[in-house]
Nanobody, 120 residues
Framework: QVQLVESGGGLVQAGGSLRLSCAASGRTFSTYAMGWFRQAPGKEREFVGR????????YYADSVKGRFTISRDNTQNTVYLQMNSLKPEDTAVYYC?????????????WGQGTQVTVSS
């Protein structure tokens, strides 16, 4: 069982940056691949990116590639989403999720989400 808690959301102007954190409970955090997702009002949940258990492998949606970076610190049981050059269309609730597999992830644990609002 893994419990996930996101933090770091807030209001930022377009072009600004935010770093989200996802803190995990449990001693098995380092065995999980982690993903970030987002959901804007009235829209379906969208994949943002993922990272493998060691942090060596990452994969991003085209919409955020080159602007967002995922990293993790397994000693702190935390995964991060660094968001730069933010756009109003990045406004959403951001969620982290844990999966056993990186290549074909089955996300079985989810956080409660953190709101990111980008003003124009």
């Amino acid at each position: 069982q893994v419990q996930l808690v996101e933090s770091g959301g807030g209001l930022v102007q377009a072009g600004g940056s935010l770093r989200l954190s996802c803190a995990a409970s449990g001693r098995t955090f380092s065995t999980y691949a982690m993903g970030w997702f987002r959901q804007a009002p009235g829209k379906e949940r969208e994949f943002v990116g993922r990272i493998n258990w060691s942090g060596v492998l990452t994969y991003y949606a085209d919409s955020v590639k080159g602007r967002f970076t995922i990293s993790r610190d397994n000693t702190q049981n935390t995964v991060y989403l660094q968001m730069n050059s933010l756009k109003p269309e990045d406004t959403a609730v951001y969620y982290c999720a844990a999966a056993l597999l990186y290549a074909n992830p089955d996300y079985r644990y989810w956080g409660q989400g953190t709101q990111v609002t980008v003003s124009s």
